[in-house]
């Protein structure tokens, strides 16, 4: 299965190599390899945009030009054996200031397409291809999620009130390494955070009477963004608060669906906002968006005019003053399509009901004081 995706992948770049009269595509953005290999990574540093490698595709091969360091790395660690005879590997010395162009102009017949514009190459933008998932990335993301939720359902249940922002953020750490998931974004709100900022890099600061964790989780290339929020006693206000919030969310998630603009799932969450009594709130945060390979592959607004197709991802992130919803959702009729809070989730849950269909979100949970 898996290689019969690979190959349809490569026929679509080929098609776009075909239409615009050129040679080869040439791939180097770290999203992008990832896709085009099903989860290979060319990355060094976690933050990297474009990788060690990347990816040629001719009208006949498709080749892995790398340097001599990642070479072995990327072709003993990062396929797929399945996948491993399908490419050709080409290496250049990692001191040669122009190794990899030596590589394509020996193989390159006519004109060059790539994902970044270098080497005077026509600039060409995957995002179309690149978020409408096949069943194998389903599933790569389904676990991840599920992984997700159970590092959340673990670590916030034994919180301390006299815990930093940075020793949860170690923990968090510490357990998605040991599931073997990048932390791209891991931030840690305490009560003073969650009132003073809408993006809070963890700080040496005590969570106090409660707060909320977001992260971006990586594995294979795929990221899954998701949120949970805790209180150390309950707080009435805060609880119809998030309720509040999560409503918002709620009705993002149900409008979300294949063939709906963006801007029309953009707007309607405003209105909710509005329903709420918290109009205007939504200029005072990003509210997430479209999902995959990157947190967010195309962010929403009023203007956004990505249509919606199946096999796309959501993750939606409205908020109001010191409170926020999040999770990943698949787009389309693929049961339980909540990635990242999936029914099996240990999290107390709060419904909502739109025409026949119920969106699930994560009620805050209530932590033992100490």
């Known amino acids: 299965m898996l290689i019969e995706e690979f190959r349809r992948r490569i026929d679509g770049l080929r098609e776009e190599i075909s239409s615009r009269g050129a040679g080869a595509f040439l791939i180097s953005k770290c999203c992008d390899f990832s896709w085009v290999t099903f ?11 474009e990788g060690e490698a990347s990816v040629l595709v001719t009208l006949d091969r498709v080749y ?23 490419f050709g590997f080409l290496e250049y010395n990692w001191f040669e200031t122009y190794g990899e162009k030596r590589l394509i102009d020996n193989l390159l017949k006519g ?9 005077d190459s026509e600039y060409v933008d995957l995002t179309e291809m690149r978020t409408v998932l096949s069943v194998y990335e389903i599933e790569t993301y389904r676990a991840l999620g599920r992984d ?14 006299h815990m930093t922002e940075l020793e949860v953020q170690g923990l968090f750490y510490e357990a998605m390494s040991k599931r073997d998931i990048e932390p791209i974004l891991t931030l840690v709100f305490s009560e003073d955070s969650s009132l003073s900022y809408r993006h ?23 990221i899954v963004s998701s949120s949970r929020s805790f209180m150390f006693e309950p707080v009435e206000e805060i609880s119809l608060q998030h309720e509040r919030n999560c409503f918002v969310d709620a009705v993002a998630i149900d409008s979300s669906k294949p063939g709906e603009r963006l801007s029309n799932v953009f707007e309607k969450l405003v209105e909710a ?30 203007k956004s005019d990505f249509i919606l197709k199946r096999g796309n991802a959501v993750a939606w992130n409205p908020t109001i003053r010191g409170t926020k919803s999040e999770d990943t959702v698949l787009i389309g009729d693929f049961g339980d399509s909540n ?29 033992d004081k100490v």
Do not use: M
């Open 39 to 49: 989860g290979a990574r060319s990355h060094i540093t976690l933050n990297s945009t």
């Open 64 to 86: 892995i030009i790398t340097n001599n360091i990642e070479k072995q790395r990327i072709q003993e660690v990062e396929f797929h054996e399945e996948l491993l005879g399908e």
């Open 111 to 119: 004109k060059l397409l790539s994902d970044t514009g270098r080497y």
């Open 148 to 161: 997700c939720d159970d590092i959340f359902s673990s670590i916030i249940p034994g919180l301390k009130r």
């Open 200 to 222: 809070n890099l963890s700080r040496n600061v005590k969570l106090d009477r409660r707060g909320f964790v977001s992260i971006c989780a990586r594995r294979r290339g795929l």
């Open 273 to 302: 906002y509005e329903h709420v009594g918290r109009g205007g709130e939504w200029k005072l945060h990003h509210q997430g968006g479209v999902a995959g390979y990157l947190p967010r592959e195309v962010h929403g607004n009023l």
């Open 339 to 367: 990635i990242s809070f999936p029914q099996t989730s240990s999290w107390p849950e709060l419904k909502y009901e739109f025409d026949g269909s119920t969106v699930r979100r994560p009620a805050i949970l209530l932590v």
